[in-house]
């Protein structure tokens, strides 16, 4: 919904924030036809994604029963993550068009953290067990591929055991986080719907229920349980029109070691650049007296030699 690809529809927006300038949703779950043996609770499950960003129900998402006006206010947050040496895991600041790190590419799918893991688990279900689980096979880019019956023993014992690798940390996926993310912050709340009171003036909600109204032949008395079996309300707004960033920030930085080096050296040592110029200078001091005595030693004794020669030749 609202993701801006289909035809001849622009993407929705909002001018302002509330409850009543939200999306509004009235679903009939129709319970009867449910099967209490697989499907041991009743209602739907929503999740809220940026657009562009194939959504993933069963990894998260919000359940909403029947019989409630569940509200959800949402706020947009932006987060900006560092890449390597300051995060180990790093991010991907342009992530790759790679189909087997992102199934969904050719359907103009986003990148994201949690596809590349789904990509990640059918690429290898597909390599080691010839077959794909059901729940990727509705992308375009695993047309074609097999699906895994449950009826064979072998199949199924090879996706059961690549799903507890992935559990246990055995399979590895290289599956970087996007350095730039959005996601939304959610508030929920719940009141009962419909009530017996504005069930007569709600002409839009009968006219929707019209038929299995007449199907089951209700009336007046027992339509009210039979929408809060059947009836799933949800209204999804924005809460205010701003958002939240969230950036990550080297907690220590090279020049922040290089300033506290500098610092503690000059503290408790009383070292910095000019004393470092005076211990050169008396260095170098130290080898001129030295070696400027025994020059002078030298010229002495010289002078002495000669005049022993001078006195011994009877000159002197």
């Known amino acids: 919904f609202n993701t801006g ?34 499907v041991p609770t009743a209602g739907v499950r929503i999740a809220i994604t940026p657009q562009g960003i194939r959504p993933n129900p069963e990894d998260e998402g919000y359940d909403i029963p029947p019989g409630r006006l569940t509200s959800i206010g949402l706020k947009m947050r932006n987060i900006s993550r560092l890449t390597k040496p300051y995060n180990p895991e790093g991010c991907s600041q342009h992530p790759p068009n790679n189909s087997s790190l992102n199934l969904y590419e050719k359907r103009s799918d986003r990148y994201s953290y949690k596809g590349c893991i789904k990509s990640c688990l059918a690429s290898t279900q597909k390599k080691l067990c010839g077959c794909i689980s059901s729940r990727y096979s509705f992308t375009s880019s695993t047309k074609g ?4 019956r449950l009826k064979n023993k072998t199949e199924t014992g090879c996706q059961s055991k690549l799903e507890n690798d992935f559990i246990a940390g055995r399979l590895k996926c290289n599956c970087a986080r996007s350095c ?3 996601s939304f912050e959610a508030t929920i709340s719940q009141a009962q719907m419909p009530t017996e009171v504005n069930l007569d ?11 299995p109204l ?51 050296l000059g503290l ?6 000019l004393t470092l110029f005076e211990f050169l200078e008396i260095l170098m001091d130290s080898l001129f007296i030295l070696f400027g005595k025994e020059k002078i030693a030298s010229r002495r004794n010289t002078i002495t030699e000669f005049k022993s020669q001078l006195q011994a030749s009877g000159f002197a």
């Open 5 to 38: 690809l289909l035809r001849n529809r622009s993407v929705e927006s909002v001018n302002y924030p509330g409850p009543l300038y939200g999306l509004q949703l009235y679903l009939d779950i129709n319970k009867d036809e449910y099967i209490s043996r697989e």
């Open 145 to 148: 591929f097999a699906i895994c």
């Open 180 to 182: 730039n993310e959005q």
């Open 201 to 211: 003036s709600n002409y839009e909600l009968l006219e929707y229920f019209k038929r």
């Open 214 to 264: 007449t199907k089951y032949r209700l009336t007046r008395k027992n339509v009210t349980n039979f929408l809060r079996e059947n009836l799933v309300a949800v209204n999804i707004y924005y809460e205010e029109l701003n958002f939240e960033t969230i950036t990550q920030s080297p907690r220590y930085s090279e020049i922040d070691l290089a300033s506290d080096i500098g610092g503690v």
């Open 268 to 273: 408790w040592i009383g070292i910095s650049v």
